[in-house]
């Protein structure tokens, strides 16, 4: 055996080796398994009185412990992140959206129907059913369809690029010494 008690490996199978778990959680009794119980103790789960935890690596980026150059902070076992986010609109920076507009007359339509003339929204003749601003009249209104909020407040993907592996912890192994 060279590698140390409670190590951790990539492996690119779908199975634990002999001597090895699969870092998913799960529950170890502690009187089977003192010597790992004394490296991991409860970081990670269990009652401490008969139960310890594995770390639980599914699905989750392994982060080093300690400070960051941004100033957050992790530490061992902390669990944090999330897979999807709802952004929320006070968590949006204070931002414009300029609308430019012209009275000609629209040449090209949009996906959306708007028409453009000189890469402004253009003036709509007749026959549209969402008119951006009412035709011939000064200082008219915006249709309300025209400015609705958009999103839909539902939840984006949050996750970086991924590529399945089994982590595995050593159940077995050289007891690491400490220096």
């Excluded at 599914?58 to 960051?68: E, T």
């Excluded at 200082?139 to 909020?149: E, F, M, W």
């Excluded at 939840?155 to 982590?167: I, S, T």
Aim: proline share 7%; aromatic share 8%; charged share 5%.
């Amino acid at each position: 055996m060279d590698n140390f008690l409670a190590e951790i490996r990539i492996f690119p199978y779908d199975f634990a080796p002999a001597n090895w778990a699969l870092c998913n959680g799960q529950l170890m009794p502690i009187s089977q398994n003192t010597a790992l119980f004394a490296l991991l103790g409860v970081t990670y789960g269990g009652d401490g009185r008969t139960t310890f935890a594995l770390p639980n690596l599914q699905g989750a980026v392994p982060v080093g412990v300690g400070q960051a150059v941004s100033g957050t902070r992790w530490s061992l076992g902390q669990a944090t992140g999330t897979s999807s986010y709802t952004l929320q609109q006070a968590e949006m920076p204070v931002h414009n959206h300029t609308l430019m507009a012209s009275s000609t007359v629209g040449t090209q339509t949009t996906s959306t129907g708007a028409q453009i003339a000189n890469g402004v929204v253009g003036s709509f003749r007749g026959g549209s059913s969402a008119l951006i601003y009412s035709n011939g009249a000064p200082n008219a209104a915006l249709n309300p369809q025209s400015i609705v909020p958009s999103g839909g407040n539902q939840p984006h993907n949050n996750m970086m690029p991924y590529l399945g592996f089994n982590f595995c912890i050593a159940l077995r192994g050289i007891f690491p010494p400490r220096s």
